[in-house]
């Protein structure tokens, strides 16, 4: 990027939009977006953007098809590309999060695999998936230090066959893609091009822990380098060091820009946080410790990312000081509305006040910012 500052280097907080929970449209993001500038935000963050098979569970990320619109969005990709016109008109970058792990089960593409393989047809998309007539067979690859291939064989019955599945829930069991086969890397290429035609600034790549058959130099070749041939923009591993594995592959080996920060914002069941531990035990040096990755991360050049902890009985008075402290301690903090909802007028200012103060570049999160991390949670602000 020659001596250009990647925009992700000066960027402290990243409002979250979610079509299946907010339920707005591009329209009504756009009508916002002026506040939104107003209130400090550098970046928008979309979770999912391509039409999903509802926001439960996971979010929207159960894709239908990687290439149309979300519906509750819009009705075609040339509403997507004004509204990152819009935002980038205000100096806004635009982040989508994309899943490129798994089909859901009513998506055209899985349907057409069960099809072919119910009836023994010779069909590429079959390779798309993970085949096996025996429920006890073994993993179809082994597992390496970043990518886990956890799961298990599940019975289709339009195929007459078992699939591998790592996301089951309700019922659901959802159809794991099969990274070692050239028809689904074409593919996973052309869901990347898609998106990064539109303009848009950052890809989160959904729990890429659990991609089946990936390893790191295909996630360089396919996805990094793929993102990295547009001009400044970046790329997230979503989940990467949530389940004991380092981060620094992810960022000299995958091609990764930012670390998700999991042992500062997480704890085993990715429902806590480092910040709400210190202050329900009063004790600063929960923080600190927890830190260390942080640190390492932007000696390394690159940005720790963060989100608030998915807790809802969280006081505002608690949710102020996370957020102070988030930005305080230099992550890139992606901020879910709904979380604050409890928020009244008065402590409403103040999480303005506290976005307005993350524009100011000693908050940063990049290596060039100031090296001290406060312990005292910005007080001047809550």
């Known amino acids: 990027m020659n001596n250009i500052t990647p925009w992700w280097h000066k960027c402290s907080a990243v409002l979250r939009y979610m079509p299946g929970e907010d339920g707005k449209s591009i329209n009504d993001i756009i009508a916002e977006l002026d506040d939104v500038s107003e209130c400090g935000f550098k970046a928008i963050h979309i979770t999912a953007p391509y039409r999903s098979a509802g926001f ?29 016109e819009e935002c980038h008109s205000r100096g806004i970058r635009v982040i989508v999060f994309l899943n490129l792990g798994y089909a859901d089960v009513d998506s055209i593409l899985w349907k057409a695999a069960c099809l072919a393989r119910g009836c023994s047809l010779i069909m590429p998309k079959n390779d798309y998936f993970l085949w096996s007539r025996s429920p006890c067979a073994p993993p179809p690859f082994p597992a390496d230090e970043c990518f886990l291939q956890s799961g298990h064989w599940h ?10 599945c790592y996301w ?4 659901i069991a959802e159809p794991q893609y099969n990274w070692q086969d050239a028809g689904f890397q074409s593919y996973a290429l052309t869901v990347l091009r898609h998106w990064l035609s539109t303009g848009i600034d950052g890809i989160i790549v959904d729990a890429v822990n659990w991609y089946a058959g990936c390893t790191k130099p295909l996630i360089r070749s396919l996805v990094t380098d793929t993102i990295h041939d547009y001009a400044n923009v970046m790329c997230i591993p979503e989940g990467a060091t949530g389940f004991g594995d380092p981060f620094m592959p992810w960022l000299t080996e995958c091609g990764f820009d930012i670390i998700e920060d999991q042992p500062f914002h997480s704890d085993e069941h990715w429902n806590g946080s480092a910040i709400i531990r210190a ?3 009063s004790d600063p040096n929960v923080i600190d410790s927890a830190l260390e990755q942080c640190r390492k991360v ?14 809802s009985s969280w006081s505002p008075e608690k949710r102020l000081l996370e957020i102070a402290m988030l930005i305080g301690t230099g992550h890139m903090t992606d901020i879910i509305p709904s ?3 409890g928020f009244d007028s ?3 200012e103040k999480f303005r006040k506290l976005i307005k103060a993350s524009r100011h570049q000693t908050l940063w999160p990049s290596k060039e910012r100031l090296r001290v991390f406060p312990t005292f949670a910005a007080p001047c602000y809550c």
């Open 155 to 164: 019975r289709s019955r339009e195929a007459g066959q078992y699939y591998w």
């Open 168 to 171: 089951e829930r309700d019922g």
């Open 279 to 281: 202050i329900d035990s």
């Open 339 to 341: 979380y604050l909802s």
């Open 56 to 84: 439960y569970p996971w979010w929207g990320l159960r894709p239908l098809d990687h290439f149309a619109l979300n519906d509750i969005l819009g009705s075609s990709m040339d509403d997507f590309s004004r509204l990152v």
């Open 346 to 348: 008065i402590q409403k």
């Open 298 to 311: 932007r000696d390394m050049g690159a940005v720790s990312w963060s989100y608030l902890s998915w807790g």
